[in-house]
């Protein structure tokens, strides 16, 4: 064999463990709502759970990445796309992600994270024992909706009217409306509804708010609208109308206040579950995680601008104060 043959297949020989490797190497399929750049801080937090269960991205794990940039039509094309790729894990974020995901395969495991009940969507038969091949987190943000407007009600007890932002595209919009509503109408508080999947939605629902005597808005647990909180938190600023969210994140971003689960650690939990999976636990034997603790946020630079007094018996339950 001549020298140059000679170093090609040694060459050739010295990749061998490296390919089989990247070829046995197990693959999680991640499908998320919004862009890659709006969620980048939870994707962190679920690579901190899977390190936690002893993986890591390019050292034995490899991950595929989806993105719907807030195209929920997209989900489903996505989810068949992991599948045919024979992803070993796919992790769908929010309830149209789970769908699509288990309207596409019922042998891979499904790790999901949102704010609904999964089981009113069929995703699983019980919290505690979900049966199929999906699990996951359930942080029940729309459960606690009822306690937003509580809080909110403090903050401006003399509006007029309140608003309830939903996303029409998102499955959660219509049980999530109708429970605000049986919520409002308890507490004899006029509550009308506005919708947006687009950027240019969220600018047109403002625009009849003092025409219609709106003075605070909710907005419904959506990765979409979650993830222009600051846009939301703009236009409120200048539209008179104050907030509140389910993420602590839209308070930073300007909101005025928020009451939730922590998202971030909610993430970190699905990546622990994703570790253990792929350990070789079972989906069905996992309980849904939820949360025990939810938290307040209160942006007291938003109130100032807003020229909002906040209760000081609120801002001492407050869990986090921006100042």
């Given amino acids: 064999m001549k020298r140059r043959e000679f170093m090609l297949a040694l060459g050739a020989s010295s990749m061998w463990p490296q390919m089989s490797r990247a070829q046995t190497m197990p693959v999680i399929g991640f499908i998320g709502i919004t862009s890659s750049d709006e969620w980048k801080n939870y994707v962190v937090a679920f690579h901190e759970g899977l390190k936690e269960a002893g993986f890591a991205e390019g050292r034995n794990v490899a991950m595929q990445y989806r993105w719907a940039d807030g195209r929920y039509d997209r989900l489903k094309a996505m989810a068949t796309d992991l599948v045919g790729r024979k992803v070993d894990i796919i992790v769908a974020i929010a309830p149209p992600a789970a769908l699509a995901a288990k309207a596409a395969t019922q042998a891979i495991p499904i790790v999901f994270f949102m704010g609904s009940d999964p089981v009113k969507y069929g995703l699983v038969a019980s919290l505690n024992r979900p049966g ?125 206040m928020s009451y939730g689960a922590s998202f971030t650690d909610a993430h970190r939990q699905a990546g622990l579950y994703s570790g253990r999976i792929l350990k070789g636990e079972k989906p069905a034997d996992l309980p849904v995680l939820q949360p025990t603790k939810f938290e307040t946020a209160v942006n007291l630079k938003t109130a100032k601008a807003l020229g909002i007094i906040v209760p000081p018996t609120l801002l001492a339950l407050a869990d986090e104060v921006i100042e």
């Avoid at 606690?144 to 009217?161: C, E, K």
């Avoid at 308890?186 to 009308?192: E, S």
């Fill in 132 to 256: 199929g091949n999906l699990t996951g987190v359930s942080i029940l943000s729309n459960a606690i909706s009822a306690r937003r407007l509580q809080l909110l009600r403090q903050v401006v007890p003399d509006t007029a009217t309140n608003a309830l932002l939903v996303n029409p595209t998102n499955q959660n919009a219509e049980p999530d409306t109708k429970e605000m509503q049986l919520a409002a109408e308890t507490m004899k508080q006029p509550l009308i509804v506005v919708k947006a999947s687009t950027e240019a939605e969220i600018d047109g629902v403002f625009v009849d708010f003092p025409q219609q005597r709106v003075g605070a808005l909710l907005i419904n647990p959506d990765p979409f609208l979650l993830s222009h909180a600051d846009r939301i938190a703009a236009l409120a600023l200048r539209y008179r109308v104050a907030t509140i969210f389910h993420a602590h994140e839209a308070v930073i971003a300007g909101g005025l």
